[in-house]
């Protein structure tokens, strides 16, 4: 590698540079990912498998909750009864309001 005067170099030519060796570093470590990954996939397939049969399906997210519980004037605010109370459930039980009282009917 040759050596560069640092101090001759005017802010530009720094920030040029810069912005070269962020791309070159990019460049090489996606580079030795696909590197890696490939080597990963050429052992797992030695043994017979694939990635996805050692890593496991991928995770799904659990369904949303149906809503158990209804604002007595409008049935368009539900609550499941998960996680934190809405403010209308909050609201009808410091009125005196039971959850039972806001339950949907089935």
């Keep these: 590698m040759t050596d560069i005067d640092w101090d001759a170099l005017s802010l530009e030519e720094l920030k040029q540079i810069q912005k070269q060796a962020e791309k070159a570093i990019a460049s090489f470590e996606a580079r030795r990912r696909k590197e890696a990954l490939a080597a990963v996939e050429a052992a797992a397939a030695e043994m017979g498998f694939t990635l996805n049969d050692l890593m496991g399906a991928p995770k799904t997210r659990a369904?949303?909750?149906?809503p158990k519980y209804a604002h007595p004037e409008n049935p368009a605010l539900t609550w499941?009864?998960?996680?934190?109370?809405?403010?209308?459930v909050?609201?009808?039980?410091?009125?005196?309001s039971t959850l039972d009282d806001l339950l949907i009917a089935k």
């Design 63 to 66: 369904s949303k909750a149906a």
């Design 90 to 96: 909050k609201a009808a039980l410091e009125n005196g």
């Design 80 to 88: 499941s009864g998960r996680g934190r109370q809405p403010n209308w």
